[in-house]
């Protein structure tokens, strides 16, 4: 048995069990009701917007990489087409 309920059971007799029931389902309800917290929504005025756990240089540094190495990758496909066609 858990602590809590031990506690309920010596705090209540009787009756304990339906007045902890009827709190848990009480403050279930309100939870539900409650507004939610958790969402993202984009912003009003239509700006684009970007979520991450990078801050926005390490983010930029991140983006920058990857556009040096895939324009890398391409020179060097479109170099070596023109040398397998030459």
Partial sequence: ????????????????QLVARAAVEKNYREMRNAPRLDGVRAPADGRMYLISNLMP??????????????????????????????
Avoid: C, D
């Fill in 57 to 86: 240089a390490q983010l930029a540094r991140k983006h920058r990489f990857w556009v040096v190495l895939h324009l890398a990758i391409f020179v060097a496909a479109v170099g070596g087409l023109g040398w397998n066609l030459a």
């Fill in 1 to 16: 048995m858990s602590t809590l309920k031990r506690l309920h059971m010596q705090l209540m007799p009787g009756g304990g």
